[in-house]
């Protein structure tokens, strides 16, 4: 077989797992598309990655891309022959390996020193290895490495002052300590891929350290209804069964171990019915206090804050919708999406204060996750904490339904508002919307606001999140009103 050059990227594939190695080289095709979320998370990084380079103003930025990698390499000879003292994106090869790394400086002691620039807020156990295979190739390559370090996003900062958005750790310690491996992990590499495809099991793997791009054909015989929907089963548990070729529900051990939660699961799939405790609902219903509101957040949390006060990956809303139902059974629709650049928190918070008055229950999914958004806004929007404070106390979490009282394993283990609710209100799906997660509410969100104010655009992409968001809280009226009180 033609020798194989591998990259920094591929090596890390392989510390993971061999077969997503083994793939990436043989079958690629294989892999999906990137979602669009997958996208916003390297347009992020490559913003992060400019703005580390910024304390290096004379530094020298080695163009040419991965798809004219020759051009790369000369480039890089060239800055090195004109003794340019700091290079971005450098580009090196020893013994077919390829690496790209964000930032080498020359030291004070005529060697060099290489910084990692990662978009996360701390130094993970794979970021070690990652600087260490870089590392091994510049030695191999002939520059004297010295000190290494991970140039990450300090949680701390607070916009609009960024001259700390990020902190800068040594690891050249941690990462000596793995650099011997590196060239026995790259021979095995190079015989495993030299055979046919090796077999390895799914398994925790397959999304640790990263998500794995193959999952949707290695995991394609798992069974509809398998060991990994029995709620909250402990990953070691699983790993036992897939060895023993138990992955389906009805493959599982009749003497397994299970917990209460984990045991009504079983039961309600060995019937194929629902186990309902409508005593239990009933008793959680009691608590409820007409009008009711039906209130769900959408929410960004981008790697560099922009608006006052914000951290790095701190949550702030720009959309909210409340479905408010009377007692008589009338059922009205507030919203708010906030359109432009600018900070959406005081806009939505006035509205949001306005559309839910100082009566009735206010019934969210997950209840938590809008508690924490309010406490927030209350903490931003002062002005506005007495009645924030009154919204929350009014909480209602109806996911609580789904955790305690009502189990169907056509859930397949998940009681999230989109597991649910193809199984118990059919009618309404997700499916048909083009906006049909947060992640995607995001990423469109981010999109509509950079789009000039009567661009036909900007009114697809406002329609498409008002019906996004809408839609959930709808979700949550149907649910109450078909399912719970019918
Ligand atoms: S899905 Fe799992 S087993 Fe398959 S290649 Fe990826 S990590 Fe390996």
Redesign the pocket.
């Known amino acids: 077989m033609k020798t194989v050059r591998l990259s920094k990227s591929k090596y890390l594939s392989g510390l993971?797992?061999?077969?997503?190695l083994?793939?990436e080289i043989h079958k690629p095709e294989l892999a999906p598309l990137s979602p669009p979320g997958q996208q916003r998370i390297f347009d992020q990084g490559t913003r992060v990655g400019e703005l580390a380079t910024e304390e290096f103003p004379d530094g020298v930025l080695i163009k040419a891309d991965y798809l004219n990698i020759p051009e790369a390499i000369e480039q890089t000879k060239e800055a090195l022959d004109n003794s340019v003292d700091v290079i971005f994106e450098g580009c090196f090869v020893f013994e077919n390996v390829l690496v790209r790394p964000d930032i080498i400086l020359r030291n004070d002691l005529g060697g060099w020193n290489m910084i990692e620039v990662k978009s996360s807020t701390s130094v993970k156990e794979e970021n070690i290895h990652d600087v260490a295979v870089q590392t091994w190739v510049l030695q191999g390559y002939g520059l004297k490495m010295k000190r290494v370090f991970l140039k990450h996003i300090n949680r701390n900062c607070v916009y609009p002052n960024l001259s700390d958005l990020f902190k800068t750790e040594d690891i050249t310690e941690p990462v000596n300590a793995v650099l011997t491996s590196v060239p026995k992990k790259l021979s095995e590499y190079k015989s495993m891929l030299d055979k046919s495809e090796p077999n390895?099991?799914?398994?925790q793997?397959?999304g640790n350290p990263y998500d794995?791009?193959?999952?949707g054909?290695?995991?394609k015989d798992v069974p509809e209804h398998s060991i990994f929907n029995i709620p909250r089963l402990r990953w070691t548990d699983k790993e036992h069964l897939i060895e023993d070729n138990r992955i389906g529900i009805d493959d599982l051990p009749a003497e397994f171990p299970l917990n209460e939660n984990q045991q009504k699961y079983i039961n309600s799939s060995e019937s194929q019915q629902p186990i309902i405790d409508w005593d239990g609902i009933k008793g959680e219903l009691d608590k409820l206090e007409y009008p009711l509101h039906f209130l769900d957040f959408e929410t960004d949390s981008p790697a560099i804050p922009r608006f006052d006060g914000l951290h790095p990956y701190e949550q702030f809303p720009f959309q909210y919708s409340c479905h408010i139902l009377d007692e008589n059974g009338s059922l009205k629709h507030f919203e708010y999406l906030h359109k432009s650049e600018s900070d959406p928190r005081q806009g939505l918070v006035e509205s949001l204060t306005k559309a839910i008055g100082e009566t009735g229950s206010v019934i969210a999914y997950n209840a938590g996750f809008e508690k924490g958004v309010m406490n927030k806004l209350a903490q931003w929007c002062p002005e506005y904490s007495e009645q924030l404070q009154s919204i929350i106390e009014r909480l209602w979490d109806q996911l609580v339904i789904f955790r305690k009282y009502y189990t169907d394993y056509r859930f397949k283990g998940l009681n999230s508002l989109k597991s649910v609710l193809p199984v118990i209100v059919p009618s309404l799906s997700y499916d048909k919307l083009d906006v049909s997660d947060g992640i995607e509410a995001q990423v469109t969100w981010n999109e509509m606001i950079q789009i000039a104010d009567g661009d036909e655009k900007k009114s697809i992409l406002i329609k498409e999140l008002k019906e996004y968001c809408g839609q959930d809280t709808l979700v949550m009226v149907k649910i109450h009103r078909e399912v719970l009180i019918k």
Not at 16 to 20: F, P, S, T
Not at 200 to 203: D, H, S, T
Not at 212 to 215: A, L, R
């Open positions: 993971q797992c061999h077969k997503r083994w793939l390895v099991l799914i398994g793997h397959c794995c791009q193959f999952v054909y290695c995991w």
